[in-house]
């Protein structure tokens, strides 16, 4: 079935609200999505040579794609990789189980934006968007949003002929050089993590120098290109810690529906986190989604809050935008 066909099935099945709210388990089943095999999620990681995650829950197999080649500043203090600039490509069966939607999200230079782009339609694939996700960061860095539909071993081999010749490619990444000298610190020393999760009612998950929090939008049910969004393939909204507990950044990203949009953005101005983009992620999705980006520095409790405060936003807008949709 073609891309636009589901999308017209979806937008004939409108919006299905779920039972319970945003505080549900972000790994939850929400659905009946058909699971992808060993050997579907072994074709994957041949074509890409690197091995990814199978969340089972939601049936996703995601692949993880660091720009490790980068040394990343903002307003002029090194950032570690793992704060925002790490990129990913999933993989996930539509709700009849007929196609396998690939949804990815790419971390590129100025100059990679566009022979990525050539190389993406050369390869049968989709481009959804393009954007920032940060400012004041050096180098400048862009976000482009691939999509396709198809079989599960075509999709891998042509994201793997788009990315091939670029950074993002795993082969082409740089080889992890083992560090003398003291271990360096990771996010559980340099964070009070009970703390922070008792601020955001939910556990963050360490990674590297940073601590990360991801929640899913389980209050609703979003289709894209015939498969439901979720979590693991990329509808949520997430807070990313950097510095230490006294000191810390904030980056992270809020999934809305429309009518939540400028509650999200006063919310978070009151707490004093910047909006830094604004923006669709995907194409043809129903109900349609708003992702915001943000940015903070201050005591890392303060900036938890804002995040937490923005949370508490999501649920209240979508009623009036579904009653304005019919």
Known sequence: MKRRQFIQNTIIAGVVPLCGSPDLDPNAVLGNTPPLSVNEQEAIATALGKKGTYNQAQAVYTVPLPRNDLKVTVKGEAVPIS????????????????????????????????????????????????????????????????????????????????????KLFPANQPTPVAQSGPTPSTGKELFDLPALDALVKYTGVVNGPTYKYTVGRDDVKIIAMGAEMTAAIGLNSWASFAGK??????????????????????????????????????????????FLHYYGRGPAPELAKGFRAALEQLGKGGKKTDEMRH
């Open 245 to 290: 507990q006294s000191d810390a950044h904030i980056a992270g990203d809020i999934a809305m529906l429309e009518g939540e949009v400028n509650s999200v953005v006063r919310t978070l101005r009151q707490h004093k986190l910047e909006v830094v983009a604004l923006h669709h992620h995907m194409l043809g999705e129903q109900p349609r989604t708003i």
């Open 83 to 166: 704060f925002g600039f790490g990129g990913w490509v999933s993989f996930k069966k539509t709700v009849d189980g007929q196609q396998t939607v690939m949804m990815s999200d790419t971390v590129l230079l100025e100059t990679e934006v566009n022979p990525l782009i050539d190389a993406t339609h050369a390869a049968g694939l989709e481009i959804s968007a393009i954007h920032n996700h940060f400012f004041y960061e050096q180098p400048r860095i862009f976000y482009m949003h691939l999509h396709g539909v198809g079989t599960v071993a075509d999709l891998a081999k042509k994201y793997a002929q788009a990315i091939g010749n670029t």
